[in-house]
């Protein structure tokens, strides 16, 4: 089964993308306007192209929001993170802006994604792209040997990066002691920051994350595997730079009581109490001292009950949303807190890719700088939630309906096979359970399964790859 392909003819995008409503070509004046952008802050920009900045990203990407250099710097790190100044390019009111306000993000397909901004810009004009001058709203942030923000700043600025890794390569130059010396710190900091995460609250699941990749095959023509996403730890010590700084602008918007804001309430005690409940009935050891994010964190990642209990984990991180400051009611601090990163947080480091980042990272600039906040951009914030909750949705769809497919086409055929598997999930009385494949990678429903965290042996009894559906039972 491990040289098993799906072959695209099973696997309809198009379809689906027809189905969700979701166009990739753009109207002829928004093309005609991206591909003649100029940059409307030109006369207000520092210029720092003597930074030695990279961007990292997954192999093949194009529309690279970041560039960074992070070094130690005393005992802590000094943090430059350059990102693309969207809104210096999309003049309000412009064509290209009521599209992109339309579509709200780039959605994700496994045979290319359908971008927020056309591809003369995503990937050209507007992305930090190496040995480009580039047009940059530069964060500068130094971090503590303890992992406090010590200082922050931002500001409009022309930078230009040396190189584009990915992280895969990142990785072993890390682990080999050659890292590129932009990044020389990389490492170090993004640990520092995950337990300095973890301490306020945090929570990091590690949970199987499928995907649908192409592979070509020289005897067919075009397949599709469906796998495990390649993570190393560099991903996430990368992310540690996203967060930080989406964390220092959700903290200069509260204070300044105008921005908008990414949020999750704080766990419930039920929620609590029932990831308390699966530890022990895996016989999981968790100290009274430790956050729900640090006892997952302690968890063997090889485990198969480790697996279940990040599945109930995941409960934790219900009820994320969006908030724009001032909101329409007055409402606590800890309304506007983050629960899932442990503090206040905003998105503004993916604006090719994301909405949203584009207005709150102008709000950061305003109030940075310590000017009024432009009208285009006050206008905006009420409905941006709207948008955002929608283009999510979107996505979010997008995604499991692929995999969907992609596990319907893969089984098709092999109804009555059997395979090894992890219970994920225990049934309830209004759903089965939730088992894990890892060859090929898949998630499903299971009549008869044993408890969470259990290993088991499960048996294809469904298949259906015209509405992407499965079915598995316990044998």
């Known amino acids: 089964m491990a040289d098993r392909r799906l072959v695209a003819p099973g696997l309809d995008f198009d379809r689906l993308r027809a189905e969700l409503d979701i166009t990739a070509d753009f109207p002829a004046a928004v093309t005609a306007e991206a591909a003649a952008v100029t940059d409307r802050y030109a006369a207000r920009r520092v210029d720092r ?57 780039t959605i994700y397909f496994p045979d290319g994604n359908v971008p927020l901004h056309p591809r003369v810009l995503s990937e050209g004009l507007g992305s930090l792209l190496p040995d480009q001058d580039r047009a940059a709203v530069l964060w500068t942030v130094h971090v503590t ?17 040396r190189a584009r890794l990915d992280y895969g390569g990142v990785y072993d130059d890390i682990v080999a002691g050659t890292p590129h010396p932009s990044i020389a710190g990389l490492r170090d900091f993004g640990e520092l920051r995950q337990q300095w995460s973890l301490a306020r609250g945090a929570v990091m699941l590690e949970l199987p994350d499928q995907e649908v990749a192409p592979h070509r095959d020289p005897r067919a023509g075009r397949h599709w595997d469906l796998r495990l996403a390649p993570r190393t730890p560099a991903d996430g010590w990368n992310a540690q730079v996203s967060l930080l700084v989406g964390m220092c602008a959700g903290t200069m918007m509260a204070r300044a009581d105008i921005g908008f804001l990414r949020t999750l309430p704080g766990a419930g005690g039920a929620a609590v109490a029932e990831l308390r409940r699966a530890a022990d009935s895996l016989g999981a050891t968790w100290p009274s001292e430790l956050t729900p994010g640090q006892f997952l964190a302690t968890l063997a990642p090889d485990e198969p009950s480790t697996l279940a209990l990040m599945t109930a984990g995941a ?42 980042d584009r207005f709150a990272t102008e709000v950061c600039l305003s109030v940075a700088a310590g000017e009024q906040v432009p009208d285009w ?98 044998r």
């Open 145 to 161: 040997g303890d992992g406090e923000v010590a200082s922050c700043a931002v500001e409009r600025a022309t930078v230009r990066s």
């Open 315 to 356: 409960r934790l991180m219900r009820g994320a949303g969006y908030r724009s400051l001032p909101p329409e009611v007055p409402v606590e601090q800890a309304a506007l807190i983050h629960a899932g990163v442990g503090g206040l947080y905003a998105h503004v480091t993916a604006p090719l890719r994301r909405l949203a």
């Open 49 to 105: 192209r003597d930074l030695e900045l990279v961007t990292v990203d997954p192999p093949g990407s194009k529309d690279l929001d970041q560039a960074m250099r992070l070094v130690p710097d005393g005992d802590g790190y000094l943090v430059h993170y350059a990102i693309a100044d969207v809104a210096a390019l999309v003049t309000p009111g412009s064509a290209l802006d009521v599209e992109s306000r339309r579509r709200g993000a």
């Open 377 to 474: 951009v006050r206008a905006a914030l009420p409905g941006l939630g709207k948008v955002m909750r929608s283009a999510d949705a979107i996505g979010a769809t997008a995604n499991r309906r692929s995999i969907d497919l992609a596990e319907a086409a893969v089984l098709a055929d092999q109804v009555g096979s059997r395979f090894a598997a992890i219970v994920l999930r225990p049934a309830t009385e209004k759903r089965e359970a939730e088992i894990f494949v890892a060859e090929p990678a898949i998630i499903a429903p299971c009549a008869g399964a044993p408890a969470a965290g259990q290993r088991c042996t499960v048996e294809v009894v469904a298949a259906d790859a015209t509405t992407g559906t499965v079915g598995f039972a316990a």
